[in-house]
């Protein structure tokens, strides 16, 4: 392995795990061989350390706002307050600890997430350290959009693309299924319309997530058939789960934009309910194709103008909801 890599692939195709496998592999103070060949071995004081979720020598960075892990490891460099992006301090601190000796044996290993997100002062100052690599430091960069990445930081960086191929997608949904103990026209029916790899669906099917969904699906239809209201719905939402009905929303949009204006205008992929009824109900009163997409637009800006911290979300849900309602 290099001194830097980029791992790069949608959401949920599995990009953190495999850079948590790979940093605590860096860090292990015994690696296993032979027939383990390239396991950290799980008892060494680093792999402890590391399963204690607060590893001197692993360091991670992720934008500002950015919805924190379930699980932290390492040392989290934080930014200033506002921007939503990886800012120069981030960095800054960064390649102050690897200029330290390290504490633990010789390796000292950073991950950043989101890594399209530095702004160009991060950038530069990343660059310089790709540019001379201090010895015994890792840096495992992720991105899902890398041509956003400068193309001097990509050209140092050993590429790992992680994507998940067509055929092991079924057994992916299987895999789903049985985690979160769905069935498996249940996670085929989520799967249709998500753009988002297999572990972000699991994570939607996963218990809390699972009522969320069906609340989702309730809403979206009831708000179009008029069973629901737009500032009742509005209220609800902007109190709980509000980031999860827009991510929701964002993508059900995409797999109804695909079938209603997409090329050859095929609806082959609506195996989704709640998308097969919608298209049902847009068939008799289709929505002008500058109409649709200004309201795409909007939902996008919505699913921005949340994550910033002096917005009025509930009257932001609110223009979202009288929309689609209308549309
Ligand atoms: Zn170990």
Not at 150 to 159: D, E, F, Q, V
């Amino acid at each position: 392995m290099g001194h830097a890599l980029l791992l790069a692939g949608k959401r949920g195709t599995g990009k953190r795990l495999l850079a948590e496998a790979l940093a605590q592999l860096l860090l292990c103070q015994q690696p296993q061989s032979d027939s383990h060949r390239g396991v950290a071995c799980g008892d060494c004081p680093s792999c402890q350390l590391f399963r204690s979720g607060n590893h001197p020598d692993l360091v991670w960075i992720q934008p500002n706002g950015e919805d924190k892990p379930l699980l932290e490891v390492g040392r989290r460099l934080e930014g200033k307050d506002g921007e939503r992006q990886i800012q120069v301090d981030q960095i800054r601190q960064l390649l102050e600890r690897f200029a330290l000796v390290s504490r633990h044996g010789e390796t000292k290993v950073a991950i950043i997430e989101r890594s399209e997100m530095m702004n160009l002062s991060a950038a530069n100052a990343l660059l310089k350290t790709l540019e001379e690599p201090t010895k015994g430091t890792y840096l495992i960069l992720m991105t899902e959009a890398p041509s956003r990445l400068l193309s001097t930081i990509r050209s140092r960086c050993h590429y790992y693309p992680v994507t998940v191929s067509p055929q092991d997608e079924m057994a992916s949904l299987q895999w789903v299924a049985e985690c979160s103990g769905s069935t498996y026209e249940a996670v085929a029916s989520l799967a249709s319309f998500m753009v988002a790899g297999p572990l972000e669906i699991r994570n939607l099917m996963m218990s809390e997530r699972k009522s969320e969904f069906s609340a989702f699906e309730q809403t979206v239809l009831g708000l179009k058939n008029g069973r629901e209201d737009p500032v009742v719905a509005a209220a609800v939402w902007s109190r709980h789960s509000g980031s999860f009905f827009l991510h929701a929303f964002q993508l059900l949009l995409l797999a109804l934009t695909k079938s209603m204006y997409g090329r050859g205008g095929e609806s082959a992929s609506s195996s989704n309910t709640l998308e097969r009824s919608l298209l049902s109900l847009f068939n008799d009163n289709r929505p002008a194709t500058d109409q649709w997409f200004n309201f795409v637009d909007q939902s996008q800006k919505s699913g921005r103008l949340w994550q910033e911290h002096r917005v009025n979300r509930q009257l932001l849900l609110e223009e979202l909801l009288l929309s689609w309602h209308y549309l």
